[in-house]
């Protein structure tokens, strides 16, 4: 165990307890808002999202979404929490990449209707960019920015995803 004070331990603190610790140490902090459905369910996250607010975070990133239904959903669940969302966003390179991350990453849910496009695409690189641009097109709608996740350190994608060209020899 890490001891940060005398007689207190890591084990000893929860998530609020550390935004608590971490604000008082001057930082900015901001926090995950992860709607995974099959653990808590959208409405309790989003009043453990209110929680981790007073606690003192300061705003809160998605885990990457892929649908508008389900940003939307997200948007209006942390709506009156008044801290900046940003909206996760992690482009889909192939069919295999969106059944990993839905079966195997803990917080990222790949909704089958992607899955299956992904799977039936005739460039399944190509569809994962425009659901991602898509999804950046939903985030300045209506969240406060986007959290751009570039799959495998593959940072070129997202110039593609922002619409500027790599520079040359890059």
Not at 40 to 56: C, Q, S, V
Not at 87 to 94: A, D, F
Not at 105 to 131: F, K
Request: glycine share 8%; net charge neutral.
């Amino acid at each position: 165990m890490i001891e940060f004070a005398p007689g207190s331990f890591v084990d000893d603190l929860d998530l609020f307890a550390l935004i608590r610790m971490a604000v008082e140490a001057g930082f900015q902090v901001g926090v995950v808002l992860d709607p995974r459905p099959e653990h808590r369910g959208l409405k309790r996250e989003a009043e453990r999202l209110k929680r981790k607010l007073e606690a003192g975070a300061r705003f809160a990133v998605t885990q990457p979404v892929y649908t508008n239904e389900e940003a939307m959903e997200l948007a209006e669940a942390a709506a009156d929490g008044g801290a900046p969302l940003l909206l996760g966003i992690l482009p889909l390179r192939t069919a295999r990449h969106a059944e990993f991350l839905h079966r195997r990453v803990a917080g990222i849910s790949v909704p089958e209707e992607v899955r299956a496009l992904m799977a039936g695409a005739r460039d399944p690189a190509a569809a994962g960019l425009e659901l991602a641009r898509e999804m950046l097109d939903t985030a300045r709608r209506r969240f406060s920015g986007a959290c751009l996740m570039p799959p495998f350190g593959r940072y070129e994608l997202l110039s593609a995803l922002l619409g500027a060209r790599p520079l040359s020899g890059t």
